[in-house]
């Protein structure tokens, strides 16, 4: 089992940035693949960001935050990071972090494990 904890959401205004962690716990993250997803009120729930760090390495983000968007891991920490610059109000969700073993997996939302999720609003 893996337990994921989302930290590091708030208000910002647009043309901020933010960075949003996700401590895991319960295994290491070393052999999993990581994802940030997002839903907005009245949305679906989409992939922002995914990255795997065996081989093939593999990083892919939404067209709507590629350039302002980038995930990072500190595995020393057991933590995933998501650095958002130049933020849009239309970036404003609730922001989840996600592992599974596979980039795959986690583009197609069949995600084995998921944290509760940490507002990030964005003002204009």
């Known amino acids: 089992q893996v337990q994921l904890v989302e930290s590091g959401g708030g208000l910002v205004q647009a043309g901020g940035s933010l960075r949003l962690s996700c401590a895991a716990s319960?295994?290491?993250?070393?052999?999993?693949?990581m994802g940030w997803f997002r839903q907005a009120p009245g949305k679906e729930r989409e992939l922002v960001a995914v990255?795997?760090?065996?081989?093939?390495?593999?990083?892919n983000y939404a067209d709507s935050v590629k350039g302002r968007f980038t995930i990072s891991r500190d595995n020393a920490k057991s933590t995933v990071y998501l650095q958002m610059n130049r933020l849009k109000p239309e970036d404003t969700a609730v922001y989840y972090c996600?592992?599974?073993?596979?980039?795959?997996?986690?583009?197609?939302?069949?995600?084995?494990?998921w944290g509760q999720g940490t507002q990030v609003t964005v003002s204009s």
């Open positions: 996600a592992a599974d073993l596979t980039t795959t997996r986690l583009q197609s939302h069949n995600v084995a494990y």
């Open positions: 319960g295994r290491s993250l070393s052999n999993y693949a």
């Open positions: 990255k795997s760090w065996t081989d093939p390495i593999t990083t």
